[in-house]
């Protein structure tokens, strides 16, 4: 038997990254997934890899026209949910206050805190009792890292999302907790490096302040989230798991 053995979950942004890597880990557990992104070649390809068990669904989660699709999709396959991961997210560097557009301040705040607020209210219907909900934090929401303010102040509203919501749905039984990754190896950090060619030194850079000096593979993000989505912390609800190499907790 595996972790998740007849479970259904979804993945949002799973086509790529960590949502990637937490769908490969969830069916290799028994799970039914399935994945999201905008993107159709990229999550035509992740489907392929990942096998029968992976369902691919094209959705932006910035419209909600989209996430009503996705959900009827899924209610009209027969399914219903029993862990759903709201991952998808984007970053963006060099966004300093002096210079800030509102566009990339409505873009990322659109995906990364309207997307995930309105994909976990439109899963609500759907998720079992006893379900868990992951959210996908940041380690820039405990930091202030010059440039980063919009997308450290996304994720600092997911991680006040999550104990709210965690109050808010304990009469169901559903446990809500956030995933907090520090730098991480995925196409989408090694995406805001100046140039293709700078991503490697790009992310190590980053990586180097850490305590463990290195940045995390997927994987290592994956097998968290497994935790989280699993009975494996069935008493856990309202928190945020760290594993971003000590970044945040030690100094290094
Ligand atoms: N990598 C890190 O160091 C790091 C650290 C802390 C937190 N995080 C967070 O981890 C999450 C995953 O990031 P990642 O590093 O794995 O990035 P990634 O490799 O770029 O993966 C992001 C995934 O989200 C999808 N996506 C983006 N916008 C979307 C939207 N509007 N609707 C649906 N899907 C969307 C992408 O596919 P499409 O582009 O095709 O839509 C892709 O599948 C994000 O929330 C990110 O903020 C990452």
Redesign the pocket.
């Known amino acids: 038997m595996g972790q998740l053995t007849d479970k259904t979950a979804l993945v ?10 937490a769908a490969e880990r969830f069916i290799a557990e028994g799970a039914r997934v399935y ?6 070649d ?2 035509d390809t ?1 489907a392929r890899d990942l096998g029968d068990q992976a369902i691919p669904i094209q ?5 909600l026209d ?1 996430l009503d699709g996705l959900f009827d999709r899924i209610a009209a396959d027969g399914h219903r949910l029993d862990v759903v991961f709201a ?5 963006e560097a060099n966004q300093p206050l002096d210079s800030l557009k509102p566009l990339a301040f409505d873009n990322t705040f ?3 805190v309207r ?2 607020v309105f994909t976990v209210q439109k899963a609500l219907p759907l998720l079992n009792d006893g379900g868990s909900i992951v959210l ?5 929401a405990h930091r202030g890292t010059a440039g980063f303010g919009v ?1 450290s102040a ?2 600092a509203a ?1 991680r006040q999302f999550g104990r709210v919501w965690a109050a808010e749905l304990a009469p169901r039984g559903l446990r809500v907790n956030t995933v ?12 805001l490096a100046e140039n293709s060619e700078r991503s490697g030194g790009f ?1 190590n850079e ?1 990586a180097s302040g850490t305590p463990l000096r290195r ?2 593979d ?1 994987s290592e ?1 994956a097998n968290a989230v497994l935790f989280l989505a699993s009975d494996q912390s069935s008493f856990i609800t309202g928190s945020e798991l760290f594993v ?1 190499g000590g970044e945040v907790q030690v100094y290094p």
Not at 12 to 21: C, D, H, Q, V
Not at 87 to 91: F, I, R, S
Not at 136 to 140: F, I
């Open positions: 949002t942004g799973a086509s790529s990254g960590i949502g990637l890597a994945i999201t992104g905008r993107r159709k990229v999550l992740a959705n932006d989660v910035s419209d989209d991952n998808a997210g984007v970053g659109g995906i990364n997307g995930t996908t934090g940041s380690s820039s997308y996304t994720k997911i907090v990754p520090g730098t991480t190896d995925t196409p989408g950090l090694r995406g992310v980053l940045a995390a997927p993000i971003d």
